[in-house]
């Protein structure tokens, strides 16, 4: 099962710029796919029928490996059922449809209840690809939950393995409270809500491997008694913050190992600012970097777990370094011209890095570097500052902050430069950070539960 | 009175029989002879006068004492303001500014005087209210100066050298106090880099003061990168407000 998320550069040596080409199987075209009305079976059912098949249809056009029918072109006999699905009526002028998600919805003493069906609908023989039944409570919440379970089922199926992102969260930093606390939403802008209430300044949140814990930078009293930038832990569990440990100075930027195991952290506890290592217990203080000037902005390659990507004005301005895990082999990363480049962030391959760089006489935009060709693409152009990109765990997408529309928000868009997309549009908003693969939701409502895994694709628990 | 007898015979003996008839309402009788004449009294002498006083030299609102004596003297006057006296004797007189007294002393034999001054001088002036003596906070606000930094950097320039160099002197000589560096950023650059520039920035500050003997365990640090900025304009006027080290008296 290859990983997915693969890139095809298209060279052009002239050209000024290059673009990634995202996809799954090279060079195949994409599936024509149709998302009928799902069908309520009852008068109460039908406002979550609808809602159903609205988040399917998007978190389907979202992922960017399909081609979505256009409804106008829909038969008008809406299948509830398989026994209802002529398929010669999706695969023909004008629908040529390859595939149909179809079913019905059922609410029954507040109870929701969704049969849902995925058909190959060029292939008389055997057109079922994905045939589930979901019960969860009669809400819009948990309506829009199986949506996102279902559309993900189907990306996982499209893309050879590589699950979808429809049950993703973003973590992001919002003032609108008038305190910069750290919220978190849907992937696609839904459900925003606070997770802390610290009432002062929080920044740089980060989910752990396993989603279930936030690190991010705080203020809060060191031991000296000053206040003072420091990691804080929030648990998504209990929704309450995690004790660590004070440091002396400005301690900020955590990154998480990709084993859950470690923490790497900027600190200027000893003097000036640099990346210091401590186990997520709270031991095993170990200092990375040893240099003049200011090492932040961590990033740990999440396939490898062996090198780590960081910003450093060691050279006078800031720029971007990697170095072993363990701070040996430390090497600058050459771009064509001098400029301010920060913010690194791995794809979940470990194979790109994406960055935000400002060049000179430019703005703030996003790049992408093969790390092993050192080739670079660049990603946004003249719409404000675009900074802080952080990558979904299928490799396709990127969340980033840019002010385009004059405040800092949240957008996202799939990892080639298109299909922007602003999810935030309330106060001012930035540091956003994609969750991995399984998002732990306890305060989901009903029975519905999710399974949590790690980015090995282990899975513990079970759907009901 | 000399006699000329040779001239004057017959006006004496005019004389002498107008006192003798003036004289006397008595039958006049043959006169006897007239005496010898008397010898005229001598005239009356000149009256003296003398005037001092205790101090010539009073602050407004003190008092001298005036001591005079005289001889052949029936009328004494003391002016100003008190008129007429014994001829010896004394008396208290405290002016509002100065003044010449004078005595002036009349007999037969005719008149004299004598004069003294009394220098009055202004009282001093009342000292000032006392103003309550400036507040450590006060003194702190005045006297500590913010340093401020070029672009992208946290060296300290010439102009912040002078700032932290009289910040230096205030604690110097104010031991009790203990201070807060914060280190600020404008807003061009990056949220995470400048929560380290900001930090390399307070902590430069701190190294100079320590360079000039203050004593490192006063001084804290933290940085508040561009999150916390003291102007919002998007302007190098308002950026360059926002690049320095800040100093807080700490608690």
């Known amino acids: 099962m290859f990983i997915g998320g693969f890139l095809m550069l298209l060279t052009s040596p002239a050209a000024a710029q290059d673009w990634f080409r995202t996809g799954t199987g090279l060079g195949v075209e ?18 979550l029928a609808r809602v159903f098949t609205d988040v399917l249809t998007a978190d389907l056009e979202f992922s960017g490996i399909l081609e979505l029918v256009s409804k106008s072109f829909h038969p008008l006999r809406v299948p509830a059922v398989p026994a209802d699905l002529k398929v010669e009526e999706w695969n023909r002028e004008p629908v040529l449809a390859h595939m149909v998600a179809f079913g019905n919805l059922t609410l029954d003493s507040s109870q929701l209840i969704v049969e849902a069906w995925f058909y190959d609908v060029r292939s008389a023989a055997t057109p079922a690809i994905l045939s589930k039944r979901y019960r969860v409570d009669g809400t819009e919440t948990a309506a829009r939950r199986v949506a996102h379970e279902f559309a993900d089922e189907i990306i996982s199926r499209l893309s050879g393995g590589l699950p979808g992102v429809a049950t993703t969260q973003i973590a992001f930093i919002s003032s609108r409270t008038g305190f910069k606390e750290v919220w978190a939403m849907d992937y696609d802008g839904a459900n925003q809500r606070p997770l802390t209430n610290l009432r002062s300044i929080s920044l740089t949140p980060r989910w752990s491997p396993d989603a279930a814990r936030i690190a991010f930078t705080c203020y809060a009293r060191s031991a000296s008694g000053t206040t003072s930038a420091q990691i804080c832990i929030h648990s998504l569990e209990t929704g309450k913050p995690v004790a660590f440990v004070r440091y002396r100075g400005t301690n900020s930027t955590p990154a998480w190992a990709p084993d859950g195991s470690k ?15 401590i186990d997520t217990t709270g031991t095993n203080l170990k200092r990375i ?43 600058k990363l050459e771009l064509p011209d001098m ?99 399984w998002f732990s939701a306890p305060e989901a409502s009903g029975r519905f539960l999710f399974a949590r895994g790690f980015l090995d694709g282990r899975m513990n628990g079970a759907f009901l | ?79 100003p303001g008190i008129g007429s006296v014994a001829p010896e004797g004394s008396t208290r007189v405290s002016p509002a500014q100065s003044t010449t007294y004078t005595i002036t002393a009349t007999g037969p034999g005719g008149s004299a005087d004598a004069s003294v001054r009394v220098t009055v001088s202004a009282p001093p002036p009342p000292p000032p209210p006392a103003r309550p003596a400036a507040t450590l906070e006060e003194l702190f606000r005045a006297n500590v100066f913010d340093a401020y930094y070029d672009y992208d950097k946290a060296d300290v320039r010439a102009d912040a050298r002078d700032a932290l160099a009289k910040t230096a002197e205030f604690l110097r000589t104010h031991q009790q106090v203990r201070v807060l560096i914060e280190g600020h950023c404008d807003e061009r650059g990056s949220t995470e880099y400048n929560l380290a520039l900001g930090d390399r920035r307070a902590q430069a500050a701190r190294q100079f003061l320590v360079s000039l003997g203050v004593a490192a365990e006063r001084l804290d640090t933290v940085s508040w990168g561009k999150e916390r900025p003291f102007c919002t304009q998007s302007a190098e006027e308002c950026w360059q407000q926002n690049r320095r080290a800040h100093f807080v008296m700490a608690r």
Request: charged share 15%; proline share 9%; with cysteine.
């Open chain 1, 30 to 47: 994409k599936a024509r796919v149709a998302v009928a009305e799902f069908a309520p079976r009852n008068q109460a059912s039908q406002p």
């Open chain 1, 289 to 331: 970097t040893y240099s003049a000037g200011a090492d932040t902005s961590p990033a740990w390659n999440p396939k490898t777990g062996q090198t780590i990507a960081f910003v450093s004005d060691r050279g006078g301005i800031p720029q971007l370094y990697l170095m072993n895990a363990d701070g040996s082999n430390v090497e």
């Open chain 1, 263 to 277: 923490i790497i952290f900027m600190s200027s506890m000893h003097g000036d600012p640099e990346l210091f290592m």
């Open chain 1, 339 to 437: 400029g301010y480049v920060i913010d690194p962030a791995w794809s979940p391959n470990g194979q790109l890095l994406a960055f935000s760089w400002r060049r000179p006489n430019g703005n703030y935009d996003l790049y992408v570097m093969d790390v092993a060709t050192r080739q670079i693409v660049e990603l946004t152009r003249d719409a404000g500052r675009n900074e802080r990109p952080s990558w979904a765990s299928d490799g396709r997408h990127i969340v980033f902050e840019s002010t385009r529309t004059g405040a800092r928000q949240i957008w996202t868009m799939l990892a080639d430069g298109s299909a922007a997309r602003q999810l935030t549009f309330e106060g001012h908003n930035e540091s956003p950070n994609w969750s991995p693969r």
């Open chain 2, 1 to 79: 009175m000399l006699i000329r007898s040779t001239r004057k015979p017959v006006v004496l003996l005019a004389l002498v029989a107008l006192l003798m008839s003036v004289g006397a309402c008595k039958k006049e009788v043959a006169a006897p002879p007239p005496p010898a004449p008397a010898p005229a009294p001598p005239p009356p002498a000149r009256p003296t006068v003398t005037l001092q006083a205790s101090q010539s030299f009073i602050q407004s609102g003190e008092a001298a004492t005036l001591n005079w004596s005289s001889t052949n003297a029936t009328e004494l006057k003391l002016q």
